[in-house]
């Protein structure tokens, strides 16, 4: 069976791609608003793509919402953003590459909406993206990456890489916040949180990519999840904000394989043999998106395939959802690797799948969005659909066809295509599922990062 076509589908405007080179693309979307997000800049839209903020760098907006400014200026990349469910707000972080007030090491920076409406305006907090504390082995130069944020009932979860100043890898970053506390605009110093680094895989090697799940619906502990090997490290915390908090972690076996990334050929334009695009150099096959919703957490991963002797290896998008009702006991229900083609691709043509995103809604219905590309195709965005009452995900369809190669001006063997496509569920009804992800526009001018963004509504 094929994916219904989008209902709504448009352009985010041009500009998002301020941060340089394609990366993190983000949505958000309460009842009334849809907000997206580049690597660098964010805009705000009303549902039908009429934009009301933006596009605007990371360093404006947060500046404009009460972030104190910095003479050197901050640095900011990678924004993240998701829509808390709960209370009905938008929260949108940002790391740092240069210190923030009062810290001599790189910050994340996070606000958090007053209403769901975003032009309403936002409470700005921020701390420490490296641990400084005692014990936390912090070194001059440390600096932190690949921001991840979650949100449960009560709690804002926010996670990140922190490397040596040389870039060797330490440890994953951990930092609870009270999300009630904070929506209610107390100073940053009286909100209540917790801060971890060095957690392990059960061979003792460091967790790398803890992804907390973005959470729908009851839920008395928070979940998180990291990829050891073929395994799912699926943590739990209960108690979260209290001394009486309790970590525990279930070692769960994928029944599914792991293969080795391959990165993706694209088609050629006045170039013959554009560079690959990258299917996750950075973050190999680590989770990318994480959902609770009614004791299953779902989440995806980049994966590759060899379909058949014709088709070769072939980047693939990787979904997996686990029963934790009975947590330690885990329950694997989905590991399913998909990509190669669609049924309305003429036979015998292959494709690569890659980044991809996925949300949940209320029916356990869910929709993942990822890059498609091939020697026969410019890069480009594709739904699918798995409804709860169905056996097997559906075939994809066409958001938005790439218009021209990918370029960036990296100099690299292959063209660093981002590392996210994004999904949110709309609060509105808690059944349509948003999503956005960047496409190459048309372009001849391979030295520039010729991307922008689509967004669409199944």
């Excluded at 921020?126 to 400084?132: C, G, K």
């Excluded at 209960?238 to 070692?251: C, G, V």
Aim: one cysteine or more; charged letters at 20%.
């Amino acid at each position: 069976m094929i994916t219904p076509g989008p209902s709504v589908s448009w352009q985010a405007s041009g500009g998002l791609n301020a941060g340089g080179e394609g990366s993190d693309q983000q949505i958000a979307v309460s009842s009334s608003h849809v907000t997206v997000s580049g690597r660098a800049a964010l805009a705000f839209y009303k549902k039908d793509g009429t934009k009301v903020y933006g596009v605007t760098g990371a360093e404006v907006f947060f500046t404009a919402e009460g972030l104190p400014k910095s003479a050197s200026g901050y640095n900011f990349y990678d924004l993240r953003m998701i829509f808390d469910s709960y209370r009905k707000r938008f929260w949108i972080t940002a790391l740092t590459a240069n210190p923030g007030p009062d810290s001599v090491v790189p910050s994340l920076v996070c606000a958090v909406s007053k209403s769901e409406n975003p032009l309403d305006g936002f409470y700005v907090y921020w701390w420490d993206s490296v641990p400084t504390g005692s014990g936390s082995d912090h070194e001059v130069g440390d600096r932190s990456d690949y921001d991840c944020i979650g949100i449960s009932e009560h709690v804002f979860v926010q996670t990140n890489k922190v490397s040596k100043a040389d870039g060797t890898f330490k440890h994953w970053r951990v930092v609870l916040r009270d999300a009630d506390q904070m929506t209610k605009g107390l100073p940053g110093p009286t909100v209540n949180g917790w801060e971890f680094w060095g957690w392990n895989n059960p061979d003792g090697s460091e967790a790398y990519i803890i992804q907390p799940a973005v959470h729908h619906g009851p839920s008395l502990s928070i979940f998180l999840v990291d990829k050891w090997g073929n395994h799912a490290e699926i943590w739990r915390i209960d108690n979260a904000l209290a001394p009486t908090q309790s970590f525990h972690r279930a070692d769960v076996a994928l029944p599914g394989t792991s293969g080795t990334l391959v990165n993706s050929p694209q088609k050629g334009h006045f170039v013959k043999n554009p560079p690959p695009i990258a299917m996750g150099p950075q973050i190999a096959d680590a989770f990318l998106k994480a959902v609770y919703r009614d004791h299953k957490l779902y989440f995806t991963a980049n994966n590759s395939k060899n379909w058949s002797p014709e088709s070769g290896t072939l980047a693939s998008g990787r979904l997996i959802r686990a029963n934790v009702e009975q947590y330690p006991d885990v329950a694997i229900e989905i590991d399913r690797t998909f990509g190669v083609a669609a049924e309305t691709d003429p036979q015998g043509t292959y494709f690569h799948y890659a980044w991809p995103s996925i949300e949940v809604n209320k029916n356990g219905d869910m929709v993942l969005c990822t890059t498609r590309t091939s020697p026969e195709i410019y890069p480009e965005v594709r739904l699918s659909a798995y409804y709860a009452k169905e056996p097997d995900l559906r075939s994809s369809v066409l958001l938005k066809a790439g218009e021209s190669p990918y370029y960036e001006q990296s100099g690299r063997t292959y063209n660093y295509y981002g590392e996210t496509t994004a999904s949110s569920v709309d609060p509105s009804d808690d059944t349509a599922i948003w999503v956005a992800a960047q496409y190459p526009f048309g372009t001849t001018n391979p030295n520039f990062a010729n991307w922008s963004m689509w967004v669409g509504k199944l």
